[in-house]
């Protein structure tokens, strides 16, 4: 069986430098711009958080489906799980910033706006931050289950371990599934106190999932190329492919029933949202996020001989990643700070949040084989072909 994973010099120098050149931004932000720099911070913690939890929600997929051609890939979304304790953290500094980001939580804000007075028993700093307590508190509780487990069937073998992955992975589907809703509710939506959609919490989930499955197929081809992963073969690729293709048409079947029915429905507390992002300065960005979150995806990925190469899913993925950047970004600068900035700030705050998730996930691989040993599929994915 293959040996352990040993983190690569470069790859652990190129995090610190990331990181150092993040802590720079972030430094240079708060001295120029602090309204910019906290929108910034929310957007790129968000990020990776998404796609922390959206690595999760996908092992938790592969065990509560039995899925057999995906066993060989279970450390890699399991390593992705590090940066959730780093995201609370974040969370909790965001304390100093909220008046700059959320105008709910400006006392003469709601002394003036009667909508915003009349959501002030939910949208408050205490209760907001008594919320996040405890959505952290559900993730990090069945995480820190779930990876156990994980790290016990690999020592011990059997389906002991099996089976408890499996059933707290259906918990955290359904735990997930209530708690990251009501933080992009709280998060995110929330920016916009007047405007409200109902379908912006699936939306968040499914965009983890969509993004995170990005991320893993990126680690999968680069650690294959490192030569891990030897196993790895076209089939494999065929159903990352596959899950990406399915997962654009939600992404855009989701985008576009939330603008239909603002759009139909005419009222001007929504469709102010959609009015103020189509026009200057923001109509690039607007357009851009269809073209490369859903209909690239969607017509390249369509065809399963392309769809299976990695000359085509690198870039893909790469193309995706920045997609969820631009997408995050038309959500929350629009609102917060009303203005569209894209330099130094923006660029080394995003560089230092993923230096640090490049760290946490290299650590979490490393010491152990990056193939589960026990797993009682590991046979059906090591061999697997359609």
Request: proline share 4%; hydrophobic share 55%; aromatic share 18%.
């Amino acid at each position: 069986m293959e040996d352990s994973f040993k983190i690569p010099a470069k790859s652990k120098l190129l995090g610190w430098i990331l990181a150092g050149v993040g802590g720079i931004a972030v430094i240079a932000g708060f001295m120029t711009d602090p309204s910019r720099m906290w929108a910034g911070i929310l957007l790129n913690n968000f990020y990776f958080l998404s796609l922390a939890l959206g690595a999760v929600f996908f092992i938790s997929l592969q065990y509560v489906t039995d899925s057999q051609w995906s066993a060989m890939f279970r450390q890699i979304p399991g390593a992705m799980m590090l940066y959730v304790p780093v995201a609370l953290i974040v969370m909790i500094a965001m304390a100093g910033g909220m008046g700059w980001i959320y105008e709910w939580a400006r006392p003469e804000i709601a002394r003036q706006d009667a909508l915003i007075a009349h959501k002030s028993p939910y949208l408050n700093i205490p209760f907001f931050y008594l919320r996040l307590l405890v959505i952290f508190g559900a993730w990090l509780a069945l995480i820190a289950a779930l990876r156990k487990f994980f790290l016990r069937e690999d020592a011990e073998g059997g389906l002991h371990w099996f089976r408890k992955s499996k059933h707290y992975s259906m918990i955290f589907i359904f735990v997930f599934g209530v708690t990251f809703s009501v933080a992009s509710f709280d998060w995110i939506m929330s920016i916009d106190a007047h405007w409200f959609s109902t379908i912006f919490g699936i939306s968040a989930i499914m965009s983890s999932l969509y993004y995170a499955v990005a991320v893993i197929i990126l680690l999968v081809i680069g650690l294959n190329r490192l030569g891990y992963l030897r196993a790895l073969n076209e089939y494999h690729l065929n159903d990352f492919g596959r899950y990406l293709f399915r997962l654009s048409m939600v992404w855009g079947f989701l985008w576009f029933m939330q603008y239909l029915i603002i759009w139909y429905a005419n009222i001007p507390e929504t469709t102010f949202y959609y009015y103020y992002r189509m026009g200057e300065p923001f109509t690039a960005l607007f357009y851009a996020n269809i073209i490369i979150n859903w209909a690239i995806p969607f017509v390249v990925l369509m065809s399963d001989t392309l769809g299976r190469k990695k000359a085509v899913l690198l870039p893909m993925c790469l193309l995706l990643l920045a997609g969820f950047y631009i997408n995050l970004y038309l959500q929350i600068m629009p609102g917060s700070i009303g203005e569209l900035n894209f330099g130094f700030i923006e660029i080394g705050s995003f560089a230092g949040f993923a230096g640090i998730f490049l760290l946490l996930v290299m650590k979490g691989l490393s010491g152990a084989s990056l193939i589960p040993v026990n797993h009682p599929y590991l046979q059906k994915s090591l061999h697997h072909h359609i």
